[in-house]
């Protein structure tokens, strides 16, 4: 009876073992850059562009069931020194819609089939903020937070 009952304990426990539980998952590319390089301050020079590329993917599992939304709350300031230089930041287009601030974010028409997807990050600086603003290196990290 002891022999019976410890090979039906052990065809419980293997049996009990067997099913995983699939867990939706999003994952994103970390170190995404967005350079918007050397700007000569002249009264002739226009707002300034530039885009993330192909350095931003997000990667969801087909059993993500809704859009996955991004946003930042990060503040969207480039700062040298005491001098800080505003952008904005879309998902979209230069110029287009704001990345929202707060949840809920852009939702992203991405196919969520566990391959990277592109996300393109626009950002764009108004020659208004610029012209008056020394010369120097003016940087800024930014956390996205991507929602699913």
Do not use: K
Not at 138 to 145: D, G, H, K, P, Q
């Amino acid at each position: 009876m002891r022999q019976v009952l410890q090979h039906l304990l052990a065809a419980l426990t293997a049996t009990a073992c067997t099913h995983a539980l699939a867990v939706p998952t999003c994952t994103v590319a970390t170190g995404a850059t967005l350079s918007f390089g050397a700007i000569v301050a002249l009264a002739s020079t226009g707002d300034v562009t530039t885009n993330s590329g192909s350095s931003f993917w997000v990667n969801c599992t087909p059993d993500v069931t809704t859009a996955p939304s991004l946003y930042s709350a990060t503040p969207r300031a480039l700062s040298s020194g005491g001098n800080s230089l505003p952008f904005a930041l879309s998902a979209v287009t230069p110029g287009g819609a704001e990345l929202p601030a707060a949840s809920p974010g852009a939702p992203l028409a991405i196919t969520r089939d566990g391959t990277n997807q592109t996300i393109t990050l626009h950002g764009r600086l108004s020659s208004i903020h610029f012209r008056s603003l020394p010369s120097g290196g003016y940087a800024r990290s930014i956390a996205l937070t991507l929602e699913y």
